[in-house]
């Protein structure tokens, strides 16, 4: 059975970054998009950042464009997250997902993928 295993959370001040790592034990196809979720208490999941698999290309919540980066190492099977610039606001438990695919050519920042890791905790402090 496929697992996510996510690790690099943390508690941070505003300002300062952090780096996701999820590890995938299964096989990921390249017509697969896969990425990062967060929900903060009392929220409903939100899609962070995804990447498709087959050519790399990405999509971000227009909340953290620019701050942002989703990455995928083929070759270990890891997706990564680097965040900097962090925001009070960007304090919630971030989830990587998988085997998702694209919604008229994009994959889809909504929680229509397959497979979830356990989530891993990031805080940010003003």
């Known amino acids: 059975q496929e697992q996510l295993v996510e690790s690099g959370g943390g508690s941070v001040q505003a300002g300062q970054s952090l780096k996701l790592s999820c590890e995938d034990s299964?096989?990921?196809?390249?017509?697969?998009?896969v990425a990062w979720f967060r929900q903060a208490p009392g929220s409903q999941r939100e899609g962070v950042a995804a990447?498709?698999?087959?050519?790399?290309?990405?999509d971000y919540a227009d909340s953290v464009k620019g701050r942002f980066t989703i990455s995928r190492d083929h070759v270990k099977n890891t997706l990564y997250l680097q965040m900097d610039s962090l925001k009070p606001e960007d304090t919630a438990t971030y989830y990587c997902?998988?085997?998702?695919?694209?919604?008229?050519?994009?994959?889809?920042?909504?929680?229509?993928?397959?497979?979830w890791g356990q989530g891993t905790q990031v805080t940010v402090s003003s």
């Open positions: 997902a998988t085997d998702g695919r694209r919604l008229r050519g994009r994959c889809p920042l909504v929680p229509r993928y397959n497979n």
């Open positions: 299964g096989y990921t196809d390249s017509s697969a998009c």
């Open positions: 990447i498709y698999v087959g050519d790399g290309s990405t």
